[in-house]
């Protein structure tokens, strides 16, 4: 059985006063745009070698694959770290499996400008995040759709199903796996999740979806 490490890309890591760079949230508000955009461009940079030192370390301890979960939290600067850890990992480590594992169903624009291969990052769902994940080198990618509390199962499932089965669609040789966890893949908010819902939310996503796993 495949030993996975996984660990969590979180910009906000590297934002003073316990980081090295400046805090965009704290940037944005301020009017200082530029300053803000500068500062996220920074953290990609100090993210990327962590990642990439992490996966190494965990390679040489054995591990067959790192999960990088979850991704794009802190915005679209947030998603090109992972993606550029991911191409740097899988160069360094080719037989190391990398799952890159969404935070949500679309990539917040926190910088705005960012893009990777040419593609902007801001604002991509599910079935365009794939494309960029395996241009990386990913080997499984954890798609997100968001919960919308304010509406029933049945009409969240059915949005779920319309993301997904575009996502596996148009995704190549990559493995698609999705989050169906509290808030996510249809799933309600709540502490206790129902089985019902569960195993309903499961069953739709492969039967209809035709997902590689969960």
């Known amino acids: 059985m ?5 660990g969590m890309p979180n910009l906000g890591f590297y934002t003073k006063p316990d980081g090295p760079v400046d805090n965009w949230a704290e940037l944005l ?3 200082k745009i530029d300053e803000a ?8 940079g100090y993210a ?6 992490t996966a190494g370390e965990m390679y040489e301890a054995g591990a067959d694959g790192i999960n990088l979960d979850t991704c794009g939290a802190a915005g679209d600067a947030d998603f090109l770290a992972s ?3 991911c191409e740097q990992i899988k160069e360094k480590y080719p037989d190391m499996g990398v799952e890159i594992g969404m935070a949500g169903e679309f990539v917040l624009g926190m910088h705005g400008k ?3 291969d040419g593609v902007r990052l801001a604002g991509l769902y599910p079935h365009k995040q794939v494309a960029l994940a395996e241009k990386a080198g990913a080997t499984i990618f954890g798609a997100v759709v968001n919960t919308n509390t304010g509406k029933s199962f049945p009409w969240n499932i059915a949005r779920v199903c319309t993301y997904i089965k575009e996502t596996v669609k148009v995704a190549g040789k990559i493995a698609v ?3 169906v966890g509290m808030g996510v893949g249809g799933i309600p908010m709540c502490e206790v999740i129902p089985g019902d819902v569960v195993s309903r939310a499961d069953k739709a996503l492969i039967e209809i979806c035709k997902i590689d796993g969960l």
Not at 37 to 44: G, L, N, S, T, W
Not at 48 to 53: K, N
């Open 114 to 116: 960012l893009e990777y």
């Open 29 to 31: 508000p301020n009017g």
């Open 37 to 44: 955009m500068k500062a996220q461009e920074e953290a990609v």
């Open 48 to 53: 990327v070698h962590d990642m990439v030192f």
């Open 2 to 6: 495949p030993i996975l490490y996984g």
């Open 83 to 85: 993606l550029e850890a």
């Open 177 to 179: 796996h999705v989050n």
